[in-house]
């Protein structure tokens, strides 16, 4: 089970390539992927969504190269995507957007209406599914998401700034959650903030200026902050040794 970048490269238009000749294989069951802003995450997950296409390079999930027409289908259907900014359809109810998004992912419509009342009960939001989604509280509508990337029954779901803007305890929500998908589906979480390394993550991927800074596990990243940094500081000085430093 890898997810499997190589040589991936990709740059927006005219611009300095965001990701040059990019190697990285995870095959971790939750693995957190580590950036300052404009690192290249979102694009790399874009990438590994298949939503966008590498100039160069590959990338594929188990085997299945989704740059063949004939295999995207089932690569989306694998890998499921909670982009950065949710975007729900507009006055559809919290479960009408859940079961859109399994049949924008190839499920029959009833399938997709089915699954989406147990991918809402996993996300704890099965109470609020008639809602209309733009009633729906920042946290809520990240939940929200995670169920458009359960109702298909992924194997691995990406998340792209999951936690960014909320608040502690929509966090120990969002962590809980993670917890319980790591039963039986491969996550990874992308963050600028150290505060969200946990121990729920057994790899940890620094990416700065698109380049793979460090890949391992938690231990041998907090490893590299300076002997004698506070408990609390080890994630934070640990990973300000590996990105480059703005002047
Ligand atoms: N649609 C776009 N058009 C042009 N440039 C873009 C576009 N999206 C991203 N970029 C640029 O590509 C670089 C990488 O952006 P990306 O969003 O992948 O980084 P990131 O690590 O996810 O950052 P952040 O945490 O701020 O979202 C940045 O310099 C950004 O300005």
């Not at 693995?31 to 939503?51: D, E, H, Q, R």
């Amino acid at each position: 089970m890898s997810l499997q970048f190589t040589q991936c490269s990709f740059r927006y238009g005219r611009k300095v390539p965001v990701l040059n000749r990019l190697d990285l294989s995870i095959d971790h069951r939750a693995s957190v992927l580590l950036g300052p802003n404009g690192a290249g995450k979102s694009t790399l997950m874009g990438i590994a969504s298949s939503w966008i296409s590498p100039a160069q390079g590959s990338v594929v999930w188990r085997g299945i190269d989704p740059s063949h027409a004939k295999n995207r289908a089932a690569y989306r259907k694998a890998v499921g995507w909670l982009p950065q900014n949710v975007k729900p359809m507009p006055g559809l109810t919290v479960r009408e957007n859940v079961a859109y998004i399994g049949w924008l992912k190839g499920m029959a419509r009833t399938d997709a209406w089915d699954a989406s009342k147990d991918a809402l009960e996993r996300v704890k939001l099965g109470s609020l599914a008639e809602r209309k989604s733009h009633q729906l509280s920042g946290g809520q509508l990240r939940r929200m998401g995670i169920a458009g990337t359960l109702v298909h029954s992924s194997e691995i779901v990406l998340l792209d700034e999951p936690t960014a803007g909320l608040d502690p305890s929509q966090r120990q929500i969002f962590r809980d959650l993670v917890t319980q998908l790591l039963a039986d589906i491969h996550i990874i979480v992308s963050t600028h903030q150290t505060e969200d390394l946990d121990t729920m993550y057994d790899h940890v991927v620094v990416l700065d200026q698109g380049q793979v800074r460090f890949q391992g596990d938690v231990d041998g990243f907090l490893s590299l902050a300076a002997p004698g940094t506070s408990e609390g500081r080890r994630a934070e000085a640990a990973y300000t040794q590996l990105i480059t430093k703005e002047v």
